[in-house]
């Protein structure tokens, strides 16, 4: 019978409905849009990098979010250290790494370079790494270029994605400064979004053309055993503490800590909108408490406890507030694709996504946040006693 | 049976205490309609309130058979409430979103009838106020006598030992008030007992037991039908209402 009279009552005043249903649904999109960035910004991390990173990163102290934004700081020194006590380790490959990104607001200038060792096998970095058009990099010396003053001082292959956004193709010279330039020999794809940004150039002539030779970001180790990276990680800082080893869980967890740190944030901000949402669906349960007074009265007069009218109104407040969360979900679902197709241009990425258990988050938030404010009314529905209901005029 | 005895009911209020009834005492007989009568704040409503277990006394004692409703907790008032009681009160006795036939199907869910029987129930029950083609109207459609009639048939839909009328009558002209007041007899000609607060005398004046408050204090006890008795009603009920009424038992009785 409380579905039945629940259903029935929200039915009979469809527009007061309707609208606290919407404020309820504006509440809900907006978290879902705001915590879909950070849902986006796992999902770019998870198809990636996770499953592509090398089995130990080795960085100059500890590794951060600002590692790879800063001037290269690791000496290369350690690589060839590295190399020696190798077989010591189970280490199966050291490779050096310098990670340049060049900022820029317009997406089609922004790019990242990764300059790595001429011989190194692309097909290790990266997984299914395939050449799309040309070639891998290959040697060459300096050489004047054919246009302007500016030296080709090296080979450069192309994330596809970038050669398309930014109309690069193979045979086009890059500039990268006023003294070095990079000569496009090949397009590539690989699994994860890694590539599609990058443009990789042999790992000299970036240095040099940065004055920091000798310097790398990173080095790279692959292992004999990749199940034995935390334990040889933990092995390796024994021996460098002032190096940072970090593994692929660890990776992982630095940036799942900061997404953690995001969503806290962005759920704070959300929850502005949850609270205004929950206090309309009270306002109008409230409301519709007093106005039935008298009708509740006649329910309870007839046999029912005050249990039931306080179902009723919990389970009203619960309706109200499904119903809301699953057009918010729609209007988030908009609001994603909107900021999707914004993003998609500046970035090359899709920043937000809604994942089913983002659904489920909402759906459980709206849920317990139509309970929790139909707490109040419902109490007040039970306690009004008979004889005062049925007097009221 | 039911039963009070040195009821009172006092109010506090900002003003004061109100005592609105006062050594009430009285036993009511099942198979007649009892009447209480009396003017306005004399104190009819509180006792009903009282002997329906919708209000607990200031002090005294209300039984029903041997179950002691005064010191009842509310979860036992209300299944008593639910399978002993049947209530119609002056107005908004319906709940508005439902229609006739899930008015008088509400007890019966309340107490777990499953869908299908109580559907059959009520319309049973509906039929029996000559209201089966009602059934599927909402309060707002039907006039106030087809109403009160809906609300008569829910009192009846659990089959209760005591049906409460508080000024069933109130809002109706007297052709209505009178088909209602008949409708009653004959629920109480079925053994039960009927209380029934009335302002109207001449409506009163059919019942077998007249009870009149003053101040809240019992003052007169009538336990003859007056002269009114021999008066039919300003409009006969419809013979095919009464067949009907015969040949439809109250359900599980
Ligand atoms: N909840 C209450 N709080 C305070 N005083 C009340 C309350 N209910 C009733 N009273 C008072 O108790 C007295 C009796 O009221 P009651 O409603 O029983 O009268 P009544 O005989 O039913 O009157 P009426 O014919 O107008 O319905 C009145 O003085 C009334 O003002
Ligand atoms: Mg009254």
Same mark, same amino acid.
Do not use: C
């Given at each position: 019978?409380? +579905?039945?009279?629940? /259903?029935?009552?929200?039915?009979?005043?469809?527009?007061?409905?309707?609208?606290?249903?919407?404020?309820?649904?504006?509440?809900?999109?907006?978290?879902?849009?705001?915590?879909?960035?950070?849902?986006?910004?796992?999902?770019?991390?998870?198809?990636?990098?996770?499953?592509?990173?090398?089995?130990?990163?080795? @960085?100059?102290?500890?590794?951060?979010?600002?590692?790879?934004?800063?001037? +290269?700081?690791?000496?290369?020194?350690?690589?060839?250290?590295?190399?020696?006590?190798?077989?010591?380790?189970?280490?199966?490959?050291?490779?050096?790494?310098?990670?340049?990104?060049?900022?820029?607001?317009?997406?089609?200038?922004?790019?990242?370079?990764?300059?790595?060792?001429?011989?190194?096998?692309?097909?290790?970095?990266?997984?299914?790494?395939?050449?799309?058009?040309?070639?891998?990099?290959?040697?060459?010396?300096?050489?004047?270029?054919?246009?302007?003053?500016?030296?080709?001082?090296?080979?450069?292959?192309?994330?596809?994605?970038?050669?398309?956004? @930014?109309?690069?193709?193979?045979?086009?010279?890059?500039?990268?400064?006023? @003294?070095?330039?990079?000569?496009?020999?090949?397009?590539?794809?690989?699994?994860?979004?890694?590539?599609?940004?990058?443009?990789?150039?042999?790992?000299?002539?970036?240095?040099?053309?940065?004055?920091?030779?000798?310097?790398?970001?990173? !080095?790279?180790?692959?292992?004999?055993?990749?199940?034995?990276?935390?334990?040889?990680?933990?092995?390796?800082?024994?021996?460098? +503490?002032?190096?940072?080893?970090?593994?692929? @869980?660890?990776?992982?967890?630095?940036?799942?800590?900061?997404?953690?740190?995001?969503?806290?944030?962005?759920?704070?901000?959300?929850?502005?909108?949850?609270?205004?949402?929950?206090?309309?669906?009270?306002?109008?349960?409230?409301?519709?408490?007093?106005?039935?007074?008298?009708? /509740?009265?006649?329910?309870?007069?007839?046999?029912?406890?005050?249990? /039931?009218?306080?179902?009723?109104?919990?389970?009203?407040?619960?309706?109200?507030?499904?119903?809301?969360?699953?057009?918010?979900?729609?209007?988030?679902?908009?609001?994603?694709?909107?900021?999707?197709?914004?993003?998609?241009?500046?970035? #090359?990425?899709?920043?937000?996504?809604?994942?089913?258990?983002?659904? #489920?988050?909402?759906?459980?938030?709206?849920?317990?946040?139509?309970?929790?404010?139909?707490?109040? +009314?419902?109490?007040?529905?039970?306690?009004?006693?008979?004889?005062?209901?049925?007097?009221?005029? | 049976?039911?039963?009070?005895?040195?009821?009172?009911?006092?109010?506090?209020?900002?003003?004061?205490?109100?005592?609105?009834?006062? =050594?009430?005492?009285?036993?009511?007989?099942?198979?007649?309609?009892?009447?209480?009568?009396?003017?306005?704040?004399?104190?009819?409503?509180?006792?009903?309130?009282?002997?329906?277990?919708?209000?607990?006394?200031?002090?005294?004692?209300?039984?029903?058979?041997?179950?002691?409703?005064?010191?009842?907790?509310?979860?036992?008032?209300?299944?008593?409430?639910?399978? =002993? /009681?049947?209530?119609?009160?002056?107005?908004?006795?319906?709940?508005?979103?439902?229609?006739?036939?899930?008015?008088?199907?509400?007890?019966?869910?309340?107490?777990?009838?499953?869908?299908?029987?109580?559907?059959?129930?009520?319309?049973?029950?509906?039929?029996?106020?000559?209201?089966?083609?009602?059934?599927?109207?909402?309060?707002?459609?039907? =006039?106030?006598?087809?109403?009160?009639?809906?609300?008569?048939?829910?009192? !009846?839909?659990?089959?209760?030992?005591?049906?409460?009328?508080?000024?069933?009558?109130?809002?109706?002209?007297?052709?209505?008030?009178?088909?209602?007041?008949?409708?009653?007899?004959?629920?109480?000609?079925?053994?039960?007992?009927?209380?029934?607060?009335?302002?109207?005398?001449?409506?009163?004046?059919?019942?077998?037991?007249?009870?009149? !408050?003053?101040?809240?204090?019992?003052?007169?006890?009538?336990?003859?039908?007056?002269?009114?008795?021999?008066?039919?009603?300003?409009?006969?009920?419809?013979?095919?209402?009464?067949?009907?009424?015969?040949?439809?038992?109250?359900?599980?009785?």
């Amino acid at each position: 019978m409380i +579905p039945q009279l629940a /259903f029935a009552s929200l039915t009979k005043r469809p527009l007061r409905t309707a609208l606290t249903a919407l404020g309820i649904a504006v509440a809900v999109g907006s978290t879902v849009v705001f915590l879909s960035l950070g849902e986006g910004m796992r999902r770019a991390f998870n198809e990636g990098m996770a499953g592509l990173g090398p089995d130990i990163q080795v @960085s100059y102290g500890a590794f951060d979010a600002t590692s790879l934004s800063s001037v +290269p700081q690791l000496p290369q020194h350690y690589a060839t250290s590295l190399q020696e006590v190798a077989p010591e380790y189970g280490i199966s490959a050291v490779t050096p790494v310098l990670v340049y990104i060049r900022g820029s607001l317009a997406a089609a200038r922004a790019f990242v370079f990764y300059g790595v060792p001429i011989d190194v096998d692309l097909n290790r970095m990266y997984t299914d790494f395939a050449i799309v058009e040309g070639r891998e990099l290959g040697p060459r010396g300096s050489e004047p270029s054919a246009e302007g003053g500016v030296p080709v001082v090296g080979e450069a292959v192309v994330g596809e994605q970038t050669a398309e956004r @930014s109309s690069i193709n193979v045979g086009d010279v890059l500039r990268f400064n006023p @003294s070095a330039a990079f000569e496009v020999v090949g397009t590539a794809i690989a699994d994860g979004g890694l590539l599609d940004n990058a443009i990789i150039v042999p790992l000299e002539p970036l240095q040099a053309a940065l004055g920091a030779e000798d310097r790398v970001s990173f !080095l790279t180790l692959e292992l004999e055993d990749p199940s034995a990276a935390s334990a040889t990680a933990e092995r390796l800082s024994q021996t460098y +503490p002032e190096l940072g080893f970090q593994t692929r @869980s660890d990776l992982s967890s630095v940036f799942e800590r900061a997404v953690r740190i995001s969503d806290v944030i962005r759920l704070g901000i959300s929850a502005i909108a949850l609270i205004v949402g929950g206090i309309a669906v009270a306002n109008t349960m409230l409301m519709s408490v007093f106005e039935r007074t008298r009708e /509740f009265g006649v329910v309870r007069a007839v046999g029912a406890r005050p249990r /039931f009218l306080m179902g009723l109104v919990l389970l009203e407040a619960l309706l109200l507030s499904l119903v809301g969360a699953l057009v918010g979900i729609g209007l988030g679902y908009l609001g994603v694709i909107a900021v999707n197709a914004a993003a998609y241009d500046v970035i #090359g990425l899709d920043v937000a996504a809604l994942t089913p258990r983002l659904v #489920g988050f909402a759906v459980a938030v709206a849920g317990g946040m139509g309970l929790l404010s139909g707490l109040l +009314p419902a109490a007040r529905a039970a306690r009004v006693p008979i004889a005062v209901a049925v007097a009221r005029e | 049976m039911l039963h009070a005895a040195g009821l009172r009911k006092t109010y506090k209020t900002p003003a004061g205490d109100v005592n609105a009834l006062l =050594s009430f005492e009285h036993s009511f007989a099942s198979g007649q309609v009892t009447a209480v009568l009396g003017p306005s704040g004399s104190g009819k409503s509180t006792l009903l309130n009282l002997l329906a277990a919708f209000d607990t006394p200031t002090e005294g004692e209300v039984w029903f058979d041997d179950v002691a409703i005064h010191s009842l907790p509310e979860k036992e008032r209300a299944g008593l409430r639910l399978r =002993s /009681f049947g209530f119609v009160f002056q107005s908004f006795n319906l709940v508005s979103v439902f229609t006739a036939l899930q008015n008088v199907a509400l007890p019966l869910g309340l107490a777990g009838v499953n869908r299908a029987e109580r559907d059959e129930r009520a319309r049973q029950t509906l039929d029996r106020v000559g209201l089966l083609h009602r059934a599927d109207h909402l309060p707002h459609k039907l =006039s106030g006598g087809e109403r009160q009639r809906v609300a008569l048939a829910r009192a !009846l839909a659990n089959d209760p030992s005591v049906v409460f009328a508080d000024e069933p009558t109130g809002s109706l002209d007297t052709a209505n008030g009178a088909l209602v007041l008949s409708a009653l007899e004959e629920v109480a000609a079925e053994g039960r007992t009927v209380v029934l607060v009335t302002h109207d005398a001449a409506l009163a004046g059919r019942a077998y037991v007249r009870l009149r !408050l003053r101040d809240g204090v019992l003052e007169e006890v009538e336990r003859e039908p007056s002269t009114e008795l021999e008066q039919e009603p300003a409009i006969s009920v419809p013979d095919p209402r009464r067949a009907r009424v015969e040949a439809v038992p109250l359900a599980s009785r």
